[in-house]
């Protein structure tokens, strides 16, 4: 008996479609309900309307940690976006040896988070860290920088230790940008006058705008839910200066031990990550 293509691709995806519902879509439902429930460690489990909302919204610590998560959002997604592209058009000069430098930069890509949290916890230590060190040969600095005590240098150092990992990200989409652009373009812009930096103002970053877009888009949704870089570096301190919005979930979770708050709080980080991941799919769609 002859399938149709339309069934041959039914059949094809059907077991794909059944992994997204038992794994995404099912504890998403799950995740809506519970919000609404009063749901502790103790019986009974009972509806509660938006109770658990209304002692979110009321809790000063559900806003610092919003406040902190942006903060954190926002600056790993500028550095990441700043150091790829910076990384993708050292990378797209390179002729001989390409592919052994592309391969080396790719590097930081395949350390998970939690190590890349350790590895940037010892080089900023105080004491035996190489970046105080560093510094201060240079006569920079006349101390070793308190990291980790001071609450600006320690949301910088977890920044900087997200971005490391995910630069790598960023500049395969640009690097598959600026090769998809044709060279034509730069020889015209060459011989009408045009510097390097014109070049890249009114060529390169027009045409790797919905590259970069897609980068941003997916980098900023996962910056904006991490916990385990942070928490593998200061624990959401000193005096919460990095205390995101997962610690407040995991407080909520495991201190508090309220199943309804804490799915009330992830709802919200939910709908927070879908409202601007909308909001860069229509820059990505969005004509001209």
Avoid at 14 to 32: E, H, S
Wanted: proline share 5%.
């Amino acid at each position: 008996m002859k399938i149709s293509n339309s069934k041959y691709g039914v059949i094809l995806s059907t077991p794909g479609l059944l992994i997204i519902i038992a794994l995404v879509v099912f504890p998403v439902i799950t995740l809506f309900i519970t919000s609404f429930l009063r749901y502790r460690s103790l019986p009974p489990i009972t509806f509660i309307g938006f109770k658990n909302y209304h002692y979110i919204f009321n809790d000063r610590l559900f806003w610092l940690s919003l406040k902190k998560t942006v903060v954190y959002t926002t600056g790993v997604t500028g550095l990441t976006f700043c150091g790829g592209v910076i990384l993708a058009l050292l990378l797209s000069k390179i002729s001989r040896g390409s592919a052994v430098f592309r391969s080396l930069a790719m590097f930081p890509w395949a350390v998970p988070l939690v190590i890349s949290g350790f590895i940037w916890k010892w080089i900023f230590n105080p004491d035996v860290g190489v970046f105080s060190d560093f510094l201060m040969k240079l006569g920079l600095i006349d101390k070793p920088l308190p990291v980790f005590s001071n609450a600006t240098l320690a949301m910088l150092g977890c920044i900087i230790a997200d971005a490391w990992v995910r630069i790598p990200f960023m500049c395969i989409f640009t690097l598959a940008g600026i090769e998809s652009i044709p060279r034509e373009l730069y020889d015209a812009a060459k011989v009408d006058g045009s510097d390097c930096f014109s070049s890249f103002r009114y060529i390169t970053l027009p045409l790797i705008k919905r590259m970069t877009f897609v980068g941003l888009l997916i980098t900023s949704m996962f910056s904006f839910r991490t916990i385990d870089v942070i928490f593998s570096m200061t624990e959401g301190g000193p005096a919460r200066a990095t205390y995101v919005l997962g610690f407040y979930i995991i407080d909520q979770l495991w201190r508090r031990v309220n199943y309804g708050t804490a799915s009330a709080a992830g709802v919200i980080m939910f709908l927070l990550i879908c409202s601007f991941a909308s909001f860069y799919v229509y820059l990505i769609l969005k004509k001209g």
